[in-house]
C-alpha cells in the first residue's frame, strides 16, 4: 500500500468488488470509456456474471485500487508487452468524471511506477494511449516520460483517426527524477 495525503493505492480486496462492478461494468457506455480506448467495444455485465470471475482480482498485482478519502475511484494496472525482455506497460482509470483533471492521475501513476521499479526487476515502464487522451498525454509528460512512438491515424474512433502514442520512461530516468 502507498498513500500520499488522501490518496491510497492499493491491492483490491474483496470489499472492493461491488463498487469495482458498478464502476466499470454496470454501465453500457460508462462515461469514462469515451477516454479508454473508446475504439474497442465495452459490454456492460451483470453483478452475477462479474462475480463469477471477480475474485481473481483480490490481492492481483497487475491491478490495484486507487481510493481518495476511502473511496474506490479508479485502478492503476500492468500488462506484459513481452515479459522475457521485462517490456511492462502500465495503464490508469479514473472512472469518474469528478476525480479528472484535478492531479490525481498524475500522482497515483507516480506512486504505481514507482512501486513497479522498486519490486520488479524493469528497465523502462511506459503506457499507450491515443491522440484524443489530451489528458493522459499531460500525466506521461509530467512524469518525465518520452514520447517514444506516434503511429499516425491508426485508431478510428467518431468518424476520425487518431495516433496510437506511446509513452515511457527508463528505470535511470526515473530514479534521477524520483530517488526512489
Known sequence: MYKDNELVLRPIERKDLPHIWRLVYKEEAPEWKQWDAPYYPHASKSYEDFMKTAESLIGDDSMWVIEVSGECIGTVSYYWEHEPSKWLETGI????????????????????????????????????????????????????????????????????????????????????????
Open 93 to 180: 482509470i479514473l472512472y469518474e468524471s469528478v476525480s479528472w483533471g484535478r492531479g490525481i492521475g498524475t500522482r497515483a501513476m507516480r506512486m504505481w511506477i514507482s512501486h513497479l521499479f522498486n519490486t520488479m526487476q524493469l528497465v523502462r515502464a511506459g503506457f499507450t494511449t491515443w491522440s484524443g487522451n489530451e489528458r493522459m498525454i499531460r500525466v506521461g509528460e509530467k512524469l518525465g516520460m518520452q514520447m517514444e512512438a506516434r503511429i499516425r491515424k491508426v485508431r478510428y474512433y467518431n468518424n476520425h483517426y487518431y495516433d496510437s502514442i506511446r509513452m515511457g520512461v527508463l528505470r535511470e530516468e526515473w530514479g534521477d527524477r524520483y530517488h526512489h
